[in-house]
C-alpha cells in the first residue's frame, strides 16, 4: 500500500488519522521515538525527542518537545485534542542508543540511556502501557508508525525491517 | 551594550576563518599526499528540527569523526565522508589495498581519527594566533552510523541552550580523485547571541 510519509523532526509531534499516513523517523540514535496509539479511533502521534528534561540553562524555548518529558504530556494532550481516551491509548518507545563510544564524552555516552529511562518515567506517570520497546544498542534505526493499523516497522543499521505487530 | 563574543569575532572575520581553513587544507593535502582545495565556505544557521535532513537521506550511511573545541572557544567538529570516501582516505593513509566490502577495522578508525584531529588542530591553530588565545582538540571520536544518529550528537550538545544549530560548513575536495570531505565547525551557542 502506498503511504503517505510524514518525517516527524527533533522536537516535533505529529499527530494523524489518516489511514494512509506513515509517521516516520530517519537515523534515530540517542533520541527516542515515542509513539502513541488509539486502535478504536485509528489515531496515531509520534514524538522525536532529544534530549530527557530541560535544565535552568534552558528555560527559554520554542520547542519544549525536545525534552522528554515535556513532549511526552504534549503528544497525549494532542492525542486527546483528536478524541483519544486515555485509558484506550498504548505506547510504544524506540531508540536512546550510545552512538559515540569514546570515554572523553562521557555526558554524550549517556544521553540515550537518560532518554529512555525518562520516557519510561513519564509513560508510567501518564499509565500509559508500554506495548513495545526496542530502545539501547550502539546503532542508528528507522521508525515508522502505520497510522491506519497501528503497525510499527522498526529498521536498524545494516538490518533488515522489523515489524513489531 | 551587550560584549562582543570571541566566537562573534571569529564568525564575523571571512579573512580569518577562510585562513584558518586554508590552512586546514594545506595540512590535509599534505598528510593524504594529494592536493585538497577549499572548495566551498558558508555560515548557516539552521532549525534543529531539519538537521537530520541536512546532508540527504538521514537514514543513510556515512563516516563521521567528531571532537570537542576547549580553551578560549569552545565547541564541536565533525569531519564527514562518504563511506567509499573514507575508506579511500584510509587506504590512502596506510598505504594498504582497498577491499570489495565497506568495513574499517581499527587501524583505518585510527588514520581518519588522526586526520580528524589533524584538520582541527590545522583550524584551531590559525584561529588561535589570529586571537591570542590558546585553543585544544579533544580525542577524535569515529562513528560509523546513519547521518540523523551522528548529527544527533552534535544536537545533544547544543539543544540545552539553544533550538537552533550555527555551523560552519566547508567542504574539501580533490578533483583528480573526485575525493572530498565536509568538514563542520560548530560554535557552542553559550558563547554566541542566538536566539532560542
Known amino acids: 500500500v502506498v503511504t503517505n510519509v510524514r518525517p516527524v523532526g ?10 494512509l499516513d506513515s509517521l516516520v523517523i530517519y537515523g534515530l540514535g540517542s533520541c527516542v521515538a515515542v509513539c502513541l496509539y488509539e486502535p478504536s479511533l485509528r ?43 486515555r485509558s484506550n491509548v498504548v505506547a510504544s518507545l524506540c531508540g536512546g542508543a550510545q552512538i559515540l563510544s569514546a570515554t572523553s564524552f562521557r555526558d554524550l555516552l549517556t544521553i540515550g ?28 534505526r528507522t521508525v515508522m508508525l502505520m497510522v491506519g493499523n497501528g503497525e510499527l516497522r522498526i529498521k536498524a543499521l545494516a538490518e533488515s525491517t522489523l515489524e513489531l505487530a | 551594550m551587550r560584549q562582543t563574543t570571541i566566537w ?9 576563518l577562510e585562513g584558518a ?32 535532513r541536512l546532508l ?53 578508525c585510527s588514520a581518519l581519527a588522526e586526520l580528524g584531529n589533524l584538520m582541527l588542530s590545522a583550524f584551531l591553530n590559525t584561529t588561535a594566533v589570529l586571537i591570542g588565545a590558546q585553543l585544544r582538540p579533544s580525542p577524535p571520536a569515529v562513528m560509523v552510523d546513519m547521518v540523523g544518529a551522528i548529527l544527533e550528537v552534535m544536537a ?18 580533490n578533483p583528480r580523485q573526485s575525493l572530498r570531505v565536509r568538514f563542520w565547525v560548530l560554535p557552542d551557542p553559550a558563547e554566541l547571541p542566538l536566539a532560542a
Open chain 1, 10 to 19: 527533533i522536537g516535533e509531534i505529529i499527530v494523524s488519522r489518516e489511514p
Open chain 2, 156 to 173: 545533544t550538545s547544543v539543544a540545552e541552550v539553544s533550538d537552533h544549530l550555527l555551523v560552519i560548513d566547508t567542504l574539501f575536495t
Open chain 2, 56 to 108: 540527504g537521506a538521514p537514514d543513510s550511511e556515512i563516516v563521521g569523526v567528531y571532537l570537542q573545541i576547549a580553551g578560549a572557544l569552545h565547541g564541536q567538529a565533525l569531519l564527514i565522508f562518504g563511506l567509499d570516501d573514507a575508506q579511500h582516505f584510509a587506504h590512502v593513509l596506510l598505504d594498504s589495498t582497498p577491499n570489495d566490502h565497506f568495513q574499517l577495522d581499527e587501524l583505518e
Open chain 1, 113 to 140: 540511556a537518560r532518554n529512555v529511562l525518562a520516557a519510561e518515567e513519564s509513560l508510567r506517570r501518564l499509565g500509559l502501557p508500554i506495548q513495545r520497546q526496542e530502545t539501547g544498542g550502539r546503532s542508528g
Open chain 2, 21 to 52: 581553513l586554508s590552512n586546514t587544507a594545506v595540512k590535509l593535502s599534505a598528510m593524504v599526499g594529494q592536493s585538497f582545495h577549499l572548495d566551498a565556505l558558508s555560515v548557516q544557521t539552521i532549525p534543529l528540527g531539519q538537521l537530520p
Open chain 1, 43 to 85: 489515531l496515531g502521534g509520534m514524538l522525536h525527542a532529544l534530549l530527557p528534561s530541560a535544565t535552568t540553562a534552558s528555560a527559554s524555548t520554542m520547542l519544549p518537545a525536545k525534552y522528554v518529558d515535556q513532549g511526552i504530556p504534549l503528544l497525549l494532550e494532542a492525542m486527546r485534542r483528536e478524541g483519544a481516551k
Open chain 2, 8 to 16: 562573534q569575532g571569529v564568525m564575523g572575520n571571512p579573512q580569518l
